[in-house]
């Protein structure tokens, strides 16, 4: 495939050389986004976020101490829904590249889905008086629930951003954008939530109410976000759909897309080991659950700080350096209450660093997946947007099944029981292990995979046989 891009940009510049003119339409992917478009793509993020960070950061502890399910059977449905995963989103991202309306292919996903998704979200956080087996199997079929439809949503609307630029410094730019709605997303759920439930008179009723008004919000913002984005980007060769057959192995072709796979799954494992036990680590180790807002507002502040201030690094710098290094800090921020797991304020001081040092990789890892889009249409000829972030959100959703499903199966492990007031040393000591170790660990093995990862370099002379190859068309 490189061989024709080769021979047709030979051509093309031929062409020039005569005085010959292309006669394809005129293409603006690489146009300038306005700071309105940002902000409303960045919106849609938000409205996940409202439901998705919960199920990371609240839903094992909605599990086991409030609808009084068993840990170990908590993290073993956990993975179930992963491996169901699989299925779903590459659907998911099949239907999306053969989706064709006056609207794009994937903005009409976010109008389709939005209010399944609002009303799913409460669902989960709801806990019906039923037997053990009756509450176990209602949690198996609304968490499965908001994981389809979330995968309905969540893939077009990670497509939208590699359908809306084809400038690798504008989708960085959108994707900051993206991630500093999230953190807006991430703050209001982290530290208003248990205030939420109590305001709405506690106990399982607390959780409906709360998760009803999140559900209502997150429908307003995914649709601001269809009304304010465009789709701008076409193919620079095959406009029919791609059968999937041919997509799937062009997908196994594409390295970079690979590598981007076993990032997401890592980092997203990393979050979900992190957001789960956090109220764990605060309620047994520092002696009240109530410091999770605390401790999360100490977390997303200098990560939207390091957000804003990511674009010029980037710029200078490139993406794969600037979370590199973030990715460094991350694993010497994890181990940092090593000196005293106990304070509060030494917990406080691992926070900040490990916030600065995730905030670049947070700020790249969606433009990272839009560039091997590009990538794989210049190595195979063929553009499959739908299947190559449908496989990837799979490898996230893998990544924050298996961190909660490890939380769960260590809990359990140690002896843990929902609800109790003693913790025994082997409890106290996974949760620990679950706080400081295996963040690291993963975010070590994050760091692995950066550093061989070679598109940052190898972009702009692959845009640049893309964007001549689509002005013969």
């Given at each position: 495939?490189r061989?024709?891009f080769?021979q047709?940009?030979?051509?093309?510049?031929?062409?020039v050389?005569?005085?010959?003119?292309?006669?394809?339409?005129?293409?603006?992917?690489l146009a300038?986004?306005?700071?309105?478009?940002k902000?409303?793509?960045?919106v849609?993020?938000?409205?996940?976020?409202?439901?998705?960070t919960a199920?990371?950061?609240?839903?094992?502890y909605?599990?086991?101490d409030?609808a009084?399910l068993?840990?170990?059977?908590?993290?073993?449905?956990?993975?179930i829904?992963?491996?169901?995963?699989?299925?779903?989103?590459?659907g998911?991202g099949?239907?999306v590249d053969?989706?064709?309306?006056?609207y794009?292919k994937?903005?009409p996903?976010?109008?389709?889905?939005?209010?399944?998704?609002?009303?799913?979200?409460?669902?989960?956080?709801?806990?019906?008086?039923?037997?053990?087996?009756?509450?176990?199997?209602?949690?198996?079929?609304?968490?499965l629930l908001?994981?389809?439809?979330y995968?309905a949503i969540?893939?077009?609307?990670?497509?939208l951003?590699?359908?809306?630029?084809?400038?690798p410094?504008q989708?960085?730019?959108l994707?900051?954008?993206?991630?500093?709605?999230?953190?807006?997303?991430i703050?209001?759920?982290?530290?208003?939530t248990?205030?939420?439930?109590?305001?709405?008179?506690?106990?399982?009723?607390?959780?409906?109410?709360t998760?009803?008004?999140?559900?209502?919000?997150?429908?307003?913002?995914?649709?601001?976000?269809?009304?304010?984005t465009?789709?701008?980007?076409?193919?620079a060769?095959?406009?029919?759909?791609?059968p999937?057959?041919?997509?799937?192995?062009?997908?196994?072709?594409?390295?970079?897309?690979?590598?981007?796979?076993l990032?997401?799954?890592?980092?997203?494992?990393?979050?979900?080991?992190?957001?789960?036990?956090?109220?764990?680590?605060?309620?047994?180790?520092?002696g009240?659950?109530?410091?999770?807002?605390?401790l999360?507002i100490?977390?997303?502040?200098?990560m939207?700080?390091?957000?804003?201030l990511?674009?010029?690094?980037i710029?200078?710098?490139g993406?794969?350096?600037?979370?590199?290094?973030?990715?460094v800090?991350?694993?010497?921020?994890?181990?940092?209450?090593?000196?005293d797991?106990?304070?509060?304020?030494?917990?406080?001081i691992?926070?900040?660093?490990k916030?600065?040092g995730?905030?670049?990789?947070?700020?790249?890892i969606?433009?990272?997946?839009?560039d091997?889009?590009?990538?794989?249409e210049?190595k195979?000829?063929?553009?499959?947007?739908?299947?190559?972030?449908s496989?990837s959100?799979?490898?996230?959703?893998?990544?924050?099944?298996?961190?909660?499903?490890?939380v769960?199966?260590?809990?359990?492990?140690s002896?843990y029981?929902?609800?109790?007031?003693a913790?025994?040393?082997?409890a106290?000591?996974?949760?620990?292990?679950?706080?400081?170790?295996l963040?690291?660990?993963?975010?070590?093995?994050?760091?692995?995979?950066?550093?061989?990862?070679r598109?940052?370099?190898?972009?702009?002379?692959?845009?640049?046989?893309?964007q001549e190859?689509?002005?013969?068309g």
């Open positions: 495939m061989q024709i080769r047709m940009r030979w051509r093309r510049l031929e062409a050389k005569n005085g010959i003119r292309s006669g394809g339409p005129q293409d603006n992917s300038r986004i306005s700071f309105g478009e902000l409303g793509y960045g849609g993020d938000m409205a996940n976020n409202l439901i998705w199920m990371s950061m609240f839903v094992t909605f599990y086991t409030v009084g068993a840990a170990g059977a908590v993290g073993t449905m956990f993975l829904a992963r491996v169901l995963d699989a299925f779903v989103d590459v998911v099949t239907m053969r989706t064709k309306s006056r794009g994937a903005r996903w976010l109008l389709w889905m939005c209010i399944p998704f609002g009303i799913a979200g409460v669902l989960l956080f709801t806990a019906p008086d039923l037997s053990a087996a009756g509450a176990l199997a209602y949690a198996y079929v609304t968490y908001i994981n389809i439809i995968s969540n893939i077009p609307y990670g497509v951003s590699s359908m809306i630029t084809q400038d410094y989708r960085s730019l994707n900051i954008f993206r991630m500093v709605m999230t953190l807006i997303g703050l209001i759920v982290s530290t208003g248990l205030k939420f439930v109590e305001l709405f008179g506690g106990g399982k009723h607390g959780w409906t109410w998760f009803g008004a999140f559900g209502s919000i997150a429908v307003i913002m995914f649709i601001i976000t269809f009304l304010t465009k789709e701008r980007v076409r193919p060769v095959v406009e029919k759909p791609i999937f057959k041919r997509g799937l192995g062009a997908l196994f072709r594409n390295k970079y897309w690979v590598m981007i796979l990032l997401n799954t890592l980092f997203y494992g990393m979050q979900a080991v992190t957001s789960a036990v956090n109220v764990y680590y605060a309620q047994y180790l520092l009240n659950k109530d410091l999770v807002g605390l999360s100490v977390q997303l502040i200098p939207m700080l390091g957000l804003l990511l674009a010029p690094v710029k200078r710098f993406k794969r350096n600037a979370a590199l290094t973030g990715m800090l991350m694993v010497i921020g994890s181990l940092i209450p090593m000196i797991p106990d304070n509060l304020t030494v917990v406080m691992s926070t900040v660093v916030a600065l995730q905030a670049p990789l947070m700020g790249t969606f433009a990272f997946t839009a091997t889009v590009d990538y794989g210049w195979t000829g063929m553009r499959t947007e739908g299947l190559i972030f496989a959100s799979f490898g996230g959703k893998t990544g924050t099944g298996f961190g909660g499903a490890l769960g199966w260590i809990l359990a492990f002896g029981v929902g609800g109790q007031t913790l025994s040393g082997a106290s000591q996974a949760i620990q292990f679950l706080y400081i170790f963040p690291a660990i993963l975010c070590a093995l994050c760091a692995v995979i950066l550093w061989f990862y598109l940052d370099k190898e972009y702009p002379k692959i845009l640049q046989e893309l190859v689509k002005q013969m």
